[in-house]
């Protein structure tokens, strides 16, 4: 299908991945089948398995971050964004994530009508156990809150989001962990950015555990990082050039 997001030629995507050697081959090949990206980076973040190898062979570009950590890895991805690349897609290399509804993300920006845009997993279509009761309340609690401190309206901390580059390198992220998602939703928020949540839908992962929802430590230990990112930035100093009535409502 030809869209303004295909034709734009001006999209890239990041695709952190950890140990995701089973599932990284067809979530590469899928984004590709778009013809939506021009660079599919893959940031293998510390993997121990073939997941750099398979991601190499499958057609993307790929680049290490050792050290380990979701936003860390995101962070290498932005870094080594090609200088044309005028919109930042990311999604999860497990497969869970849908690549062929990323039109739905990227056309608003494209088309000049939204600077940030992120799926909603609890808005769409949910295939059965791949999503537990944990993040569907977080990502309900979250959006709570951040309606309560700016007005904006999220349902979910879905991965699976695009965003205008400028707009992202003016938000300052700095989240070294799972809080990355929930950072960049509000420090949008705070700079007043036009967004826009739309219905995606969600996949059982490929193959591979979750290291979030896998197991009770990873559950437990995402989300308190996310609280804490949640409490960091809801405390910190509005920056002077920020005025709260241009917060937007997503739709």
Not at 30 to 38: F, G, N, S, Y
Not at 129 to 150: D, E, H, K, P, T
Not at 155 to 179: H, K, Q, S
């Amino acid at each position: 299908m030809t869209t303004a997001s295909a034709e734009s030629g001006a999209v890239s995507v990041i695709i952190p991945a950890l140990n995701e050697g089973e599932p990284i081959t067809d979530v590469v090949r899928a984004v590709a089948i778009t013809e939506i990206p021009r660079d599919i980076i893959v940031v293998d973040n510390g993997s121990t398995d073939r997941t750099a190898e398979r991601a190499r062979a499958a057609g993307a570009r790929v680049i290490a971050e050792p050290q380990r950590g979701y936003g860390r890895a995101c962070a290498a991805g932005i870094r080594a964004l090609c200088p044309e690349c005028d919109i930042v897609v990311f999604l999860d290399g497990d497969g869970s994530d849908c690549p062929e509804l990323m039109h739905r993300l990227v056309d608003p920006i494209v088309n000049g009508t939204h600077d940030f845009v992120i799926g909603s997993r609890t808005r769409g279509q949910r295939e059965s156990g791949s999503m537990n009761f944990q993040q569907i309340v977080s990502g309900r609690i979250a959006g709570l809150i951040l309606r309560v401190l700016y007005g904006v309206r999220y349902t979910d901390m879905c991965p699976f989001r695009a965003i205008r580059r400028d707009a992202l390198g003016r938000l300052g992220m700095r989240e070294p962990t799972y809080g990355w998602n929930i950072e960049m939703q509000m420090r949008a928020a705070r700079a007043g950015l036009s967004i826009l949540e739309v219905p995606v839908n969600h996949r059982c992962r490929i193959g591979g555990q979750s290291k979030v929802s896998g197991t009770l430590r990873g559950t437990f230990v995402a989300g308190a990082r996310i609280i804490a990112t949640l409490m960091r930035i809801a405390a910190e100093k509005k920056p002077d050039n920020t005025d709260e009535r241009r917060c937007p409502k997503t739709r």
